[in-house]
Each structure stands twice: as structure tokens, then as C-alpha cells.
């Protein structure tokens, strides 16, 4: 496996890691805005790591298979973490953190590269990341 592969899968996982984090909170709170605002993050990581995948398939020539997701039991993780949120603050202020973390990662990958492909998805993912930022500081 090269350098560009273990990059896009490490990415398939965050994005995954997070796509359930989100699915995972939904079940911890009554509050239907919340609830709407989680659901929606939740499609905006599937997107990410539909994208990546496809990246990677450009790039290998092979599907990308989730069965090692699937195997690293991230649904256990998250459960441990017992994320609650009782306001819609509450919500922004962690998802702020969640989305400035992705963005500041996908920066880092992107200027780590010199592969054009890999670059430009790594740019765009930083610039949505971004975009989600400044929806979330308006709710605080």
C-alpha cells in the first residue's frame, strides 16, 4: 500500500468515525432542531467519505471495501464517549471543535501532497469543513 492509499483510507475513517458520532448523538436528545442539525451532519460526512472512496478507486483501481471499518467496532467508541446534548449551543460548540479539527487535518493533508487529485479533494473537504464552521458560529 502506498502513501496516497493509507492517506484517503485514514480520511474514509475519520469520516466514518464522525458520520457515526453524529448518528450516535441523534439518539441522545429529544430536541427536534437538534435532532435535524445532527441528521444533516451525519449526510455531510457519508458525502465526504463517498467521495474519498471514489478518489480511492480512481487511484488503485479497486473498491474500497468498509468491512475493515466496520471491524473496528467505532460505534463501541463513541457509545463510551455518552455524547448528550441538552441545547442547541451545546451542539454548535462541539460540532465547532469536530469541524475545525477536520479542517485543520484536511489542510495538512492537502499541503502534504504533490498528487493533484488527492490535493484538490483534500482542499475542497477543507473548505466545506470551513463552511460548516460559520454555520455553527452563528448558533452560538
Not at 465526504?48 to 479497486?62: C, F, I, M, Q, R
Not at 473498491?63 to 441545547?87: L, P
Not at 493533484?116 to 463552511?131: D, G, Q, R, V
Request: charged share 35%; net charge negative.
Amino acid at each position: 500500500m502506498n502513501t496516497a492509499e493509507t492517506i484517503i483510507e485514514l480520511a474514509i475513517r475519520e469520516e466514518e468515525y464522525t458520520y457515526q458520532l453524529y448518528k450516535h448523538a441523534e439518539m441522545y436528545t429529544k430536541d427536534k432542531e437538534i435532532i435535524e442539525k445532527l441528521s444533516g451532519l451525519a449526510s455531510i460526512e457519508h458525502a465526504h467519505k463517498a467521495k474519498l472512496k471514489s478518489l480511492y478507486e480512481v487511484l488503485t483501481g479497486n473498491e474500497f471495501v468498509d468491512d475493515e471499518i466496520q471491524n473496528m467496532k467505532i460505534s463501541d467508541a463513541i457509545i463510551q464517549d455518552d455524547i448528550k446534548f441538552e441545547n442547541i449551543k451545546e451542539l454548535a460548540e462541539y460540532a465547532l471543535s469536530i469541524e475545525d479539527n477536520a479542517e485543520h487535518i484536511y489542510r495538512g493533508l492537502a499541503s502534504a501532497t504533490s498528487i493533484t487529485e488527492i490535493k484538490e479533494l483534500f482542499t475542497a473537504l477543507a473548505n466545506e469543513e470551513a463552511e460548516h464552521k460559520e454555520i455553527f458560529k452563528r448558533l452560538l
